[in-house]
């Protein structure tokens, strides 16, 4: 049989060869370059309409939640009023926090309705830094206001990020995450919120003998400040290092509201030496009013910068948002009333299988009392409801009283006793 010449590969819609073009997607028995596929997907949008796309990514089991409607736009109020179903406490960081968000919003939403302010007048955004200890509600809190508003929102670590040509993940992948959120509707995402965690440990490091740079320190926070203020930058959608040759997203970080958190261990210490409270004798008529046992709610830009964050940075964070500490009666609070409280929820895991599940009144204060005593903020309600209840949902029958299961005080010291978690308290 004499064989044909071999074609090289081309566009079976416009002819261009596989050197012309972008992309070449091949099929069974033809192929499509990048821009027949983009040319062929406006002709579906123009017949069918973009919803079309999303509701089939909707239903979906992999697809991902639409946020191509207006935004929900609430007073501030009405926003703290949602932010105390499912957090207690931190009132003052509720309210500050909802004014922020609503200003930041109102702003974008005058922009899209083509309203003009006064000629000489440009709001800026405000973005937002939050100072708290460790489980005092900072992510939940920004997780919880971003579902309000129904627009995308994404954590990421600042621990892993690096200066630009070092191992580690580069700035940019902040916004590729929030892209992957919303199914890659740029649109979408430039109205979108990030939360960046952890942002107190890439303070510059002081008094370091090393002689290396500081790669994950001042230099994460150089790469954070355009993006902080507002730019366009180039997003590769699944990560440049091991993608180079995807093609760029441009995304405008104008209208995206960054909310950075962390806890700044030891700034207690900076605060104290600014308001004076560590001297001895004679002293301001003022310092008798200042409250030792929460330092934190006088944090100012100062203290952060003092801390370690450089100005440039700590200038684009203008609005500083102080969480308090956790006490017995908010820790037992936050156990058992918001919406997805933490007993809520394993009395609904007993309920499958028919069984009642209460916890008396001191049970509760004590689990509240360990998790303070253990330094562990609310995530520690979790670890210490394991402990305790573990043994009762293996095998719930020698403890139950009629399909109903109480755990008592004495129940809970005993089975807390014997697991790991008791030499927290000689560590402590």
Do not use: W
Request: overall charge negative; proline content about 4%.
């Amino acid at each position: 049989m004499k064989k044909g010449k071999t074609t090289p590969p081309h566009c079976s819609f416009c002819g261009g060869s596989e050197e012309d073009v972008d992309i070449l997607i091949s099929g069974l028995e033809a192929q499509i370059c990048d821009s027949c596929a983009e040319r062929a997907l406006e002709m579906v949008d123009h017949h069918l309409g973009p919803e079309h796309r999303r509701r089939e990514s909707s239903s979906s089991p992999l697809g991902s939640k639409s946020f191509s409607g207006s935004i929900n736009l609430v007073p501030p109020r009405e926003l703290k009023t949602f932010l105390d179903k499912y957090i207690i406490g931190q009132d003052e960081a509720k309210k500050v926090l909802s004014v922020a968000v609503y200003n930041h919003y109102k702003r974008i939403k005058q922009r899209e309705a083509g309203k003009k302010l006064d000629s000489d007048v440009e709001i800026e955004k405000s973005n937002v830094l939050f100072v708290g200890q460790t489980g005092t509600g900072k992510t939940l809190m920004a997780r919880t206001i971003a579902r309000t508003l129904n627009v995308p929102f994404t954590i990421v670590d600042a621990t892993v990020f690096t200066e630009a040509g070092y191992v580690g993940e580069d700035i940019e992948s902040i916004l590729a995450r929030l892209l992957q959120v919303c199914d890659y509707d740029v649109a979408a995402a430039e109205r979108g919120i990030v939360y960046i965690d952890e942002v107190d440990k890439i303070a510059r490091k002081q008094d370091n003998p090393s002689i290396t740079r500081d790669v994950s320190g001042e230099g994460v926070q150089q790469g954070l400040l355009k993006m902080l203020e507002g730019a366009e930058l180039l997003v590769p959608p699944q990560g440049g290092r091991k993608h180079p040759d995807q093609k760029m997203l441009k995304v405008n970080t104008q209208n995206i509201l960054f909310i950075c958190g962390g806890a700044f261990d030891g700034i207690e210490k900076i605060i104290a030496r600014r308001v004076n409270t560590s001297v001895i004798g004679y002293s301001n008529q003022q310092i008798e009013k200042v409250d030792r046992e929460n330092l934190l709610q006088y944090v100012t830009h100062q203290d952060i910068k003092t801390f370690g964050l450089i100005p440039e940075l700590v200038g684009r964070l203008p609005v500083i948002v102080h969480l308090d500490p956790l006490d017995v009666e908010t820790l037992s609070l936050i156990l058992t009333e918001p919406k997805n409280a933490l007993l809520k929820q394993y009395q609904a895991l007993f309920a499958m299988e028919d069984i009642e599940l209460v916890l008396t009144d001191d049970c509760v204060s004590f689990i509240a009392e360990k998790a303070l005593e253990y330094k562990l903020g609310a995530r520690g309600l979790r670890s210490l409801c394991e402990a305790i209840l573990t043994d009762a949902m293996y095998d719930p029958a020698p403890h139950m009283k009629s399909k109903q299961l109480v755990i008592d005080q004495k129940y809970a010291m005993d089975k807390l006793d014997r697991s790991r978690l008791s030499k927290l308290s000689i560590a402590v």
